[in-house]
């Protein structure tokens, strides 16, 4: 008898991507789609096309334009593609449109980031935080769920149990999500106690902050010796970590690390974060990591005070740690061989200022200076420094 062998593993998606060129991005559509791109990678996808679109303003029914879509659609056949993934947040009628259009599933930035985040959070209130945004962007798309009951014309048993299913599931989801919203209010009064306790004990705080993938877990591990995980993946830790760490003086601090912050982050998806994120107001000086290495760290910079701002912890003391820099190159191409030549590279646009810090957290270069400049830091020596860095990110991509 011939025996056939059936794989269990799970197939990877086949992905297509799809961005706008619209007026006022932060970055170039081609730039938003490696972006993109790494998002699907760390969901487990394989890119198979990308597709960019000049507009003015977005389709409302399709958010790009019909002929764009028959290209789409034509790729999707082509190429055996299963998902298209939209680089910006659809509305729930886009999202219906364009799976009428192309026929397999479409999904935006926002849906692939929880997914991601779902994978990712390991603790109860990381769980609770992903779920709450979940439930928060399946709520308005629910009606897309149940269109198979609209292809059912007429039949008898399926005109009224399709409204009433779709009321039911909101009223489920709805429940869940006042019960996760309570559950958060214990996890963030816990949080407020700790943070009270830490405050009796007089240990100050700095929190870790930056652009996703920018070395942050990278750095607690070489200043704190602790066993965290650090992957060349985004969002490779959700889940906040405290470790102690001593100054140049003897003084013990505990530094935090926080989710990594990304262009275009759901706002859902940061108010579902707030226990976590409220680490920041209670932050004596915010340590904000910088792949210095990357073509768009300015970008990144910007992302990340845009969103401190919105957090309303913008008018911190902040102390940037440019880190990376031995991915750095010289003009002629070849890779910096010590911190001495990473350190010329960035210092030919001058002197950063004080609260700026040149490091390499993976080569542990520069970790002693960085620690001087924590402690300044938290004695106020940066409350009247600005933090300004075009010249020294130009100079160093």
Not at 306 to 331: F, M, S
Request: charged share 25%; net charge negative.
């Amino acid at each position: 008898m011939t025996r056939v062998l059936h794989p269990t593993a799970p197939t990877r998606d086949r992905a297509i991507l799809v961005a706008a060129e619209v007026p006022g991005a932060l970055l170039p559509a081609d730039e938003s789609l490696n972006e993109l791109a790494e998002l699907a990678r760390t969901a487990g996808a394989e890119v198979v096309a990308r597709f960019t679109q000049r507009l003015d303003h977005p389709n409302p029914a399709t958010y790009i334009g019909s002929g764009k879509v028959q290209e789409v659609t034509e790729a999707v056949r082509q190429l055996g593609a299963n998902v298209v993934i939209f680089d910006d947040e659809l509305s729930p009628s886009q999202q219906r449109n364009l799976e009428k259009a192309l026929g397999v599933k479409v999904i935006d930035r926002t849906a692939l980031i929880l997914d991601i985040f779902a994978t990712r959070a390991r603790t109860r209130e990381g769980r609770l935080q992903v779920e709450l945004a979940q439930h928060q962007y399946l709520l308005p798309r629910l009606a897309g769920q149940w269109s198979h009951l609209e292809r059912m014309e007429g039949a008898i048993g399926t005109r009224g149990p399709g409204e009433t299913q779709i009321e039911t599931d909101r009223r489920l989801i709805r429940n869940r999500i006042a019960k996760i919203r309570r559950d958060l209010e214990e996890v963030r009064t816990q949080r407020e106690l700790y943070r009270r306790r830490r405050a009796r004990n007089n240990v100050p705080v700095v929190a870790l902050v930056g652009y996703t993938n920018a070395g942050k877990s990278t750095l607690m591990r070489a200043l704190s010796g602790a066993d965290v995980l650090a992957e060349d993946k985004l969002f490779a830790t959700l889940d906040p970590v405290t470790r102690r760490i001593s100054l140049p003086s003897g003084e013990v601090v505990l530094l935090t690390d926080t989710v990594g912050f990304i262009q275009k982050l759901p706002t859902g998806l940061v108010a579902a974060f707030r226990a976590t994120l409220e680490e920041l107001e209670d932050a004596d000086l915010l340590l904000h990591v910088v792949d210095i290495a990357h073509p768009n760290a300015y970008q990144h910079v910007q992302t990340v005070e845009a969103t401190l701002r919105d957090l309303g912890v913008h008018e911190k003391p902040q102390l940037i740690a440019l880190n990376k820099v031995d991915l750095l190159r010289h003009e002629d191409g070849r890779p910096v061989a010590d911190f001495d030549e990473a350190r010329a590279i960035i210092l030919g646009a001058g002197a950063p200022p004080r609260n700026v810090a040149i490091i390499s957290a993976e080569k542990r270069w520069g970790l002693d200076l960085l620690r001087e400049r924590i402690e300044e830091g938290l004695d106020g020596g940066f409350e009247a420094l600005p933090v300004e860095l075009p010249a020294v990110l130009s100079a160093a991509v």
